[in-house]
């Protein structure tokens, strides 16, 4: 019995090592040819080893560069256009989705269900179907360029409310009782009690919702014209020129691991808080 699951476990091993190095790989290929020049990535074979221009090239895609095929605008501006709008996004839908929730099920008004169930349907309709008439309002609006352009659109979820919804309704009605003996009205008892109690599953969609903003890809691709309104992974694709342009993809790899490192720091820092908003409901 020892034996067998001392084998299952190097097997499991063996294969878990094999599968980061398959995932681990293209990302170690990318960050190789951001430390190459323009010219050696295109070369046969390709370099497999570290170059030594990764400052000059990783300066080059951060501040800009005179002259090069596709954008040569600085990444720098572009990841800051991308964190703002991933907060705005993230903290949008969660203060929402809270307020939303807490009305639903602890507030008695007319039509609650059906309230509740129009939110809901909402999960149909992607950002997809619904892009050209959203896209009519912000442009009516004078938004376009802007970050509100950017973010309003994007700042509810149906999601998010229903998470929280459920995990509303499975708090004990002694403790809202006890909260009203103790004199606390509605608004205390939502910052002092449920925000508490829901910082777990807080932190879960926080992870998951900037995300969701900083990948955002066709809604900036609509409503931003501006160069200096375009997140990073626009600013990725307009790097690659078309036609006869010689693409400088060692700045194009740059700009890609850039682009990963604010979601990747975001899920190290939380990830704890992460695992245990979807497994654990503190209560």
Known sequence: MVERRLTAGILAHVIMVLGVLIVAFPLYLAFVASTHTAQEIVQAPMPLLPGSHFWETYKAALFGRDAGAGSTAPVARMMWVSLVSALVITFGKIAISLLSAFAIVYFRFPFKGLCFWLIFITLMLPVEVRIGPTYQVVSDLGML???AGLTVPLIASATATFLFRQFFLTVPDELVEAARMDGAGPMRFFKDILIPLSKTSIAAL???????????????????????MHPVVIGIKRMIAGGDGQNEWNIVMATAI?????????????????VKG??????
Not at 206 to 228: K, M, R
Not at 278 to 283: A, Y
């Open 278 to 283: 979807l497994v654990d409901t503190e209560k």
């Open 206 to 228: 926080f992870v998951i919702q900037f995300i969701y903003g900083w990948n955002q890809y066709l809604w900036p691709l609509l409503a931003t014209t501006s160069e200096d």
């Open 258 to 274: 850039l682009a990963m490192l604010p979601p990747a720091v975001v899920v190290m820092l939380m990830q704890k808080w992460f």
């Open 145 to 147: 360029n802007s970050y």
